[in-house]
């Protein structure tokens, strides 16, 4: 199954951004042809720093999603350790819980992994402490140019970057096409720029609760535990931001802070989203949507293949999917991963040229094909890729991605975000639970400056 | 000593000398590992609770105002409270059940072995695994629980939203993993008692509640205060359970005492404070520690008394 994303990022909201440059020659794109790709510019203007023939011996330590996810890894190392001879990649799998504090411990200790996976809104702990290898000195700047702007902006911290921006995700909305048929929705946004509004959304929830009993839901909402952050998206939405410009003090509590907080508390007067989807608890989004105690969901894409499984996805029939609702503006959240190398790692060069071969086209390819995710190369963006699951719905979340600005990526990446993760989780939580708006905004604001060393 | 018979005393000296390089030997590895891994940790973490410390960078001696800070918080006096409200549910209730089950199990019972397994079963499976089937059980759409009041007409109990029930699940999947620990020591307990006893105290005219009450339970004085010992201990460190069935909430209506600690401090996507983390594991060694202090004399008194 093949889908071209060409179209629909045309002309969209923040395609510009995204776009950025006039196209290149990929300089990543020879990774599984036999020829090396270790440290080696082929095009554009810029310094890189030769590194000839890497060899020896790295450890990488990510976890593993998906099964595709492993498998796009176990890939990449096969083909760098094929392309150059003399080297070898060992694979490190570790559960997600616990990973970072392994990591931490490791580079205490001095025995962490040369290489490891970070996610966005984490990435900025390990800049701000300058454990990450700068591996600006083997990018040239037409390297650069091929990445989408945003994502290469999350990985830098105090313009160096740290690492390589590998894959992103975002949050789209799926839904059971029988449950709809029944309430009598029979328009569903196929564009961005036909997303639901907010009233839209809110009629939608309503039709939907009619046609439901008492302990079934319209929807539930991926801000579970540390996913807490994805609140922000309705804070965007409404026109607001985290943090003043400068990223110094928050910008709460604000009209459009007011507003998204008592939309978002309105779900629970209503009974639109289950009691316990809440940010403490232990069922997430897609386990409601499993479960059927919802016919609709918010879920980041890397949940479709767990959707789409034959054996233990949805069973409640046809499922398709549609856009995050908007209001000032269209916005989502900054999901997706980056690769970084420790400053200190024996072999910088090897780690520099994996680092590199990751994120080379046909291999950033097939990872997204197998795990069902989004490229951070604009050369993939505009390609037709072949997603094992559900394309149509990962044509969705791509376009979707588009409408995570430059704003969101800036908030999302300061180096105190996991304060900020916790102060979300701790006040959302209590907010949801009666606490009122301006209380909830007040007690976020406190934390949020705290964090930000306001 | 008969008279006359010379006594030659064996030489102070080498006779404490010898047993104490023996006893040195074998309490060696013991002490050795005390010393590795319980004595320099519990040093290090009331070093680490003088300092602002973070999972990255160097440590910053900032004296008591971790403690100053805690005494602030008023989140982790709310998780004081709830970690008290779990351990009285919890202990006394558990070994109350725990004595019931270890008496009918230790009478003539056909089957008894089988069941004695049965109820002792929960205990080696994992806190998380535990607290993984609860969150299963206890779902409030879709758990057994409900489910099941709901075929018999009876709308269930909010679990997982409302504090109060999140709270009772907690103790109650608590109670079914830690009863068999119970049990099975008041049954050790039990065949420690002379039947000798029971059958004077019966000839004496003694009801079976008064033989129970008078007999039994204060003979089984050492099991109880060891249980209490244990079963606090365990309660205010309860940790896994807590974490795999609610996370703490809702709100913070769940948080124990050490969740908080692992929140402030280990949660990879929490603050990562270690050195506030490691003042709230002082504040809970030093709790655990005047606890138990207060039982020991408790107890010693009452075994003198017996």
Known sequence: ????????????????????????????????????????????????????????????????????????????????????????????????????????????????????????????????????????PYFTNAEIDQFLPALWDAIKYQSVPYGVPHQTDTTCVVYSKKAFETAGITSVPTSLDSAWTWDEFSAVAQKLQSTLPHNKFPFAYDWTQAGAFRWLSWLYQAGGTLLTPDLSKCALPSSAGTKALEYTQSFFAKKWVPANSTIKTSTYSDNFFLSQTVPMTFVGDFLVPELADPANGYKGGDWGATFMPRDVAAASDLGGNAIVALKNTKNPDLAAAFLKFLVSEDIMKYFCEQAVELP??????????????????????????????????????????????????????????????????????????????? | MPRGTSYKPRRRGAYTHGQAAAASLFLLPNLALVGLFLLVPLVLAFVISTQKLGSLGSPQYIGIDNFITLFRDTIFW????????????????????????????????????????????????????????????????????????????????????????????????TLWQRVGFDML???????????????????????????????????????????????????????????????????????????????????????????????????????TLAITVIQWRFSRTRDEAG
């Open chain 1, 1 to 136: 199954m093949t889908v071209s994303r060409r179209a629909f990022l045309s002309g969209s909201l923040g395609a510009a951004a995204l776009l950025g440059l006039g196209a290149c020659s990929s300089p990543n794109s020879n990774a599984g042809t036999g020829q090396t790709s270790a440290g080696q510019s082929s095009t554009g203007s810029g310094s890189t720093k030769s590194v000839g023939k890497p060899t020896g011996t790295l450890t990488f330590a990510f976890w593993g999603g998906s099964a595709g996810e492993t498998a796009g890894f176990t890939y990449a190392k096969k083909q760098f350790e094929a392309a150059n001879p003399g080297t070898t990649i060992n694979l490190k799998v570790v559960p997600y819980d616990g990973f970072f504090s392994g990591i931490d411990r490791g580079i205490q200790a001095g025995n962490a992994p040369d290489i490891f996976r970070v996610d966005y809104t984490t990435i900025g702990k390990y800049s701000k402490n300058g454990v990450l290898l700068d591996v600006s």
């Open chain 1, 376 to 454: 951070t190369l604009k050369t993939l963006v505009n390609e037709q890729l072949n997603y094992a699951f559900r394309p149509d719905v990962v044509k969705v979340c791509a376009q979707q991605a588009t409408t995570i600005s430059d704003t969101i990526v800036k908030e999302c990446t300061i180096a105190g975000f996991a304060d900020i993760n916790t102060a979300l989780e701790d006040q959302l939580e209590l907010a949801f639970h009666g606490q009122s708006a301006p209380a909830t905004l007040d007690a976020i604001a406190t934390k949020v400056n705290q964090a930000v060393g306001s």
């Open chain 2, 78 to 173: 709310e998780t004081v409270w709830n970690t008290a409200v779990f351990t009285i549910f919890t202990v006394p209730v558990g070994m109350v059940i725990g004595l019931g089950v270890a008496l009918l199990l230790n009478s003539v019972l056909p089957g008894r072995t089988l069941y004695r397994s049965i109820i002792f079963l929960p205990l080696v499976i994992s806190g998380v695994a535990t607290g993984v089937l609860g969150s299963w059980m206890f779902d409030q759409y879709n758990g057994f629980f409900n489910k099941f009041l709901h075929a018999i007409g009876i709308t269930g109990p909010a679990w997982q939203s409302d504090g109060k029930w999140a709270m009772i699940s907690l103790i109650l999947v």
């Open chain 2, 185 to 287: 020591i008041y049954l050790a307990g039990l065949q420690g008692i002379s039947p000798d006893l029971l059958e004077a105290a019966k000839i004496d005219g003694s009801s079976a509640w008064q033989r129970l009450r008078h007999v039994t339970v204060p003979l089984l004085g050492p099991s109880t205060f060891f249980l209490l010992i244990m079963n606090i201990i365990y309660s205010f460190q309860v940790f896994d359970t807590v974490w795999a069935l609610t996370r703490g909430g809702p709100d913070f209506s769940t948080t124990t005492v050490v969740t908080y600690a692992y929140r402030e401090a280990f949660d990879d996507h929490g603050p990562q404070q270690l050195g506030y983390g490691a003042a709230v594991g002082v504040f809970i060694y030093l709790i």
